[in-house]
């Protein structure tokens, strides 16, 4: 197997188990059930991709990324738990940075995989997943802005009452 090629399995696998750490982090204080469930589905299809590159390295005798995975888990970890203190609004947007890492990283290596057609199968397979991760996020992210943008209580004020208007429309 080409060099780059194991580099970028290598890689893939540290951004999912960094992925698997951060949204486990943010499973233990999340009181929306909603939310809660999303998180854990993204676990299961984070570690079914960290499950599939932990095996294409194994079967070509190439060593696991014991200690990235390690590092990986306490970052995840440690990124995930601060941002839990600023809230879901925040983790979604962490959310949608690494799956845009994540993203890049798997359109790279289907690009170099060209004589190994049932892997980038399973590779295109695995990039949509990770494209409906980011859009759910990025989705979510913005409900949640709009939830807090709505509950604190600047939508209720009517356009006409807002200062700049009155003064601009006194001009006019």
Known sequence: MDEQIIHRLKHIYELEKFQIAFYIS???????????????????????????????????????????????????????ESLELTGPTNTCKMGVALEKKTLLAYHNLIDELRGEPETREKLMEFLLEEEFHALWLQDYGKRLNQKEYQNSGLAVDSIEDHPTININMHWL
């Open 26 to 80: 943010q499973l233990s204080s999340i009181e929306d059930k909603y939310y809660h469930k999303a998180f854990t589905k993204l676990v299961e299809t984070e570690r079914k991709h960290a499950t599939f590159f932990a095996y294409k390295l194994a079967k070509a005798d190439i060593p696991i990324p014991k200690v990235g995975g390690t590092l990986a888990d306490i970052a995840g970890s440690i990124v995930g």
